[in-house]
């Protein structure tokens, strides 16, 4: 009979692929094909800025895919890893890369509005001033005869039957975007409710009812709502003001109104709505008057819907 310690030096040899694959988890070599991106980005070695700024342009086109803000933070985990003290040379050279290549940059987004009597009193009373967010989203940098749907098309393309729903939401918020911005910058949710009536979108939209429509637009960053009291108003949100825009408003309401319109008292018209609507959203006014003010402005509205109520 043979020893029970050659049996066993045996059967280690009889099956060696586990041993194998044993050592190849505990190397974690980088010839296996299933390397997590992340893991990757983060064992880049010498972190070259070159290797840096395209990892920062594909996450930052992905963001865009999904309509997620591009996060400083996210950056640093991300892309960077241990090489965050080169966040300047490889966001610089990432926007270049953006620019010359994808005709697109990364605009950062501006700050929430404060829009009620306390959000204003405390900002007013904070000593911080900062307008820096550390959070980008991507812009288009294309001239405006390349900017035609043969070139630029939905940001979210997908199977056929999903091209219109995305149209769809485009139309959806650029629609409700404009109407908070003919109102002055600020918009109380009935009118809203009025307008998604006459579209005949108050029970239902392509992307569900109305009210979920509204919660994406929120998530997404082109609306927010703002809850006073028992009053809730809407007000256009960072993305909405770097996407759309006051340009992208103007364009929209040309369109809407045709090549029939007096052009030149169509402009006065645009120029007196975005003037408005940019001094609500700047204003320096006492808070007590603005609120006064908009006070005064539901009041005056509330005998309009009984006249909408009738024509319905």
Partial sequence: MAPRTSR????????????????RRRDDTPDDDDVDMEDEQEDRGSGSLEQLSKGLVRYAISCEYSRKPIKRQDINEKVLGSHTRMFKEVFAR?????????????????????????QKRTAAASQSQSTATSLWVLQTILPEQYRIPEIIGPSRPGADDDVNREDAYVGLYTMVIALITISGGRIPEGKLDRAFRRMNADQSTPLGSKDKTLATMAKDGYIASVKEEEAVDYIVGPRGKVEIGREGFANFVRLMYGADEDQEELEKRIERTLNVADAFNGSAAPVEAAAASQAAGRKRGRPRRDEDADDE
């Fill in 8 to 23: 066993r030096r045996a059967t280690e040899d009889d099956a060696p692929a586990p041993t194998q694959t044993q050592r």
């Fill in 94 to 118: 990432a926007n270049s890369e953006l620019m010359e290549v994808f005709g697109m940059q990364m605009m950062e987004l501006p700050k929430a509005e404060r829009v009620t009597v306390r």
